[in-house]
């Protein structure tokens, strides 16, 4: 009988070593389950606030994009306002030669004809070179063959003394400012006699 206790009690040892490993591996998958609910939690808990930082970083470089926008269009707003500004400040000693030339003229200080006439060159001559310094030149086509690019026709004269399509008369002046024409030049052209 004691052989058969031995045996059941083996054989009870048995599964219950059999129970310890099957209980250890369940324990041992417990473990890893909960690890890895606790990584995939702490992963979410990652991910959570690394999107938080994203989302509060993109929010932050939008606002300094949408400053940067409003003060470069303020800065272009203003540039556009104030573009005159330089050609202003040099216009206006000739605006004021001008004024006194007038009171001068009203008040009676300036009566002989001569006089008044060099102020006037005088004026001219500061106005004309602050605009040639800003790149206005004077466009001068007269005895040249018309160019529809600078030249506006008037007129065509028939003549015979000269070929077609040379500019006789300036009626009115043209200007370029630097390469671009401000103003066309109105001018008569020739033409071959009728």
Known sequence: MSNKKHTVNIKDGNKK????????????????????????????????????????MLLRKAAEFENYKRRTDQEISNYIKYASENIIKELLPVYDDLGRSIDSVNKGETKDFETLKKGILLIYDKFKNILEKEGLTEINSLGQEFNVDVNSALMQVPRDDVKPNIVLEVVEKGYKLKDKVVKHEKVLVSTEPL
Do not use: M, P, R
């Open 17 to 56: 070593e059999n129970d310890k490993s099957k209980n250890g591996t369940d324990h041992e998958d417990d473990i890893k389950t909960n690890k890895a609910e606790n990584n995939t939690e702490e992963n979410n808990k990652h991910k959570e606030n690394e999107t938080a930082v994203l989302k509060d």
